[in-house]
């Protein structure tokens, strides 16, 4: 179980340590000292008194938030739908923060934090899943009620079932008169996806209509994933995408997974070294260090940019560092069939 000892916490909130051990001592769980090993819900007894919010969650973060992702035919809605959380989200918690688009982003919902993923080669992220690396935790299978199942909506299914991903099914465009919402079940039944199992709600993506009913069969299914990670670990996680800023130079988009990465540590990922020099969220903000669960853009990249759907780790022992983060990550490498391969590795680049 991830921990931090006292002392350590109250640097990292900045706080007298004299301050954090009284108010631990006041809880009269147990003795404490600075030395003391404390655990998740004494680091939250610490923070809600203190007044801290989730400003820091690094620090409180033993169980990271859900990672979901959204998949579905062509069409069917996935970014009609994640346009919709993020806009509700953010029109609820941080009017007018996020102007740029972002490819991940985390919600908020009933004081739990969500993140979703928008990578095209999301198909790849159930591939590192089906390795034993966990990323994509939960999966939204969009499908058109207009369209019924298609040839890519079978794909998700197979996927699902193959690498037993948790999923909610998201029944799209019920606004729309053609929608026939009956058909569509009886198609994902006879297409071996058991409705009486897996959760399924009505949307209207474009309305949002639902929405918080597709959150909350979100979350619900997030609470049978084991989400504890290692605070204190070297950081590792996923490439999601790259980019270029202008003052920053190339940037990469990461999902950490494990421990905490801060300004000045060091990153490896294929062939490519970063001694992180910035670090910001979805929103834009600047921040100094990011816990697992939580994607940040990451810049101080040299040898050029790493490959979206790589591993990254902490490069803290540089030789293994640099054995791990060249082990490839994506489904198409994973894929025996040499055309479908062909035809998913191109999907995910074309879409980046
Ligand atoms: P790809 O990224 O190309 O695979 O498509 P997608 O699944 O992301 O679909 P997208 O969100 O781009 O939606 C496709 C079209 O369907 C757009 O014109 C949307 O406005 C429309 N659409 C999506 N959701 C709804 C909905 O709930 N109701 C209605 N009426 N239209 C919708
Ligand atoms: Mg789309």
Same mark, same amino acid.
């Given at each position: ?23 631990? &001592?006041?809880? =009269? ?69 996020? @102007? ?12 739990? #934090?969500?993140?979703? &993923?928008? @990578? ?13 690396? %966990? ?48 058909? @569509? ?19 209207? /993506?474009?309305?949002? #209509? ?9 979350? @619900? ?6 989400? #504890? ?55 834009? =903000? %600047? ?33 293994? /560092? %640099? ?12 894929? %025996? ?12 680049? /074309? =879409?980046?």
């Amino acid at each position: 179980q991830p921990y931090v000892r006292v002392l350590h916490l109250a640097e990292k909130l900045q706080v007298s340590p004299k301050k954090v051990l009284s108010i631990l &001592i006041n809880t =009269e769980i147990r003795e404490y000292n600075l030395a003391t090993k404390i655990f998740h819900s004494e680091i939250k007894l610490v923070t809600d008194e203190l007044g801290i919010g989730q400003s820091i969650p690094s620090v409180l973060i033993t169980r990271r938030p859900p990672i979901v992702s959204v998949m579905g035919h062509v069409d069917h809605g996935k970014t009609t739908l994640l346009d919709s959380l993020r806009n509700t989200n953010v029109a609820e918690n941080e009017p007018g923060l996020i @102007t740029q688009h972002v490819s991940s982003f985390v919600v908020k919902f009933e004081g739990r #934090d969500v993140t979703f &993923i928008d @990578t095209p080669g999301h198909a790849a992220f159930a591939g590192i899943r089906g390795r034993g690396a %966990k990323i994509n935790d939960i999966t939204i299978l969009v499908v058109d009620c207009c369209e019924g199942v298609q040839p890519q909506t079978k794909e998700v299914i197979r996927l699902i079932k193959e690498f037993r991903i948790p999923s909610v099914v998201a029944l799209n465009k019920i606004d729309k008169d053609e929608a026939n919402i009956e058909k @569509t079940e009886q198609e994902l039944q006879e297409n071996g996806l058991e409705l009486m199992n897996i959760p399924s709600v009505q949307i209207s /993506a474009l309305r949002g #209509d639902n929405l918080d009913i597709l959150m909350r069969l979100v979350v @619900t299914e997030s609470d049978g994933v084991n989400l #504890d990670t290692d605070l204190g670990g070297n950081p590792f996680g996923f490439i999601l995408e790259t980019s270029k800023a202008r003052y920053l130079g190339g940037l990469a988009t990461i999902l950490p997974l494990r421990g905490i990465a801060r300004l000045g540590t060091i990153i490896s990922s294929g062939r490519t070294l970063c001694r992180i020099k910035a670090i910001l969220l979805p929103s834009g =903000e %600047k921040v100094k260090e990011i816990g697992p669960g939580y994607p940040c853009t990451i810049a101080g990249w040299r040898q050029g940019l790493p490959n979206p759907g790589l591993k990254f780790i902490s490069a803290e022992k540089l030789v293994d /560092a %640099k054995r791990m983060a060249k082990v490839p990550a994506n489904l198409w490498v994973l894929e %025996k069939n040499k055309r479908k391969r062909q035809i998913l590795k191109k999907l995910f680049l /074309a =879409e980046k």
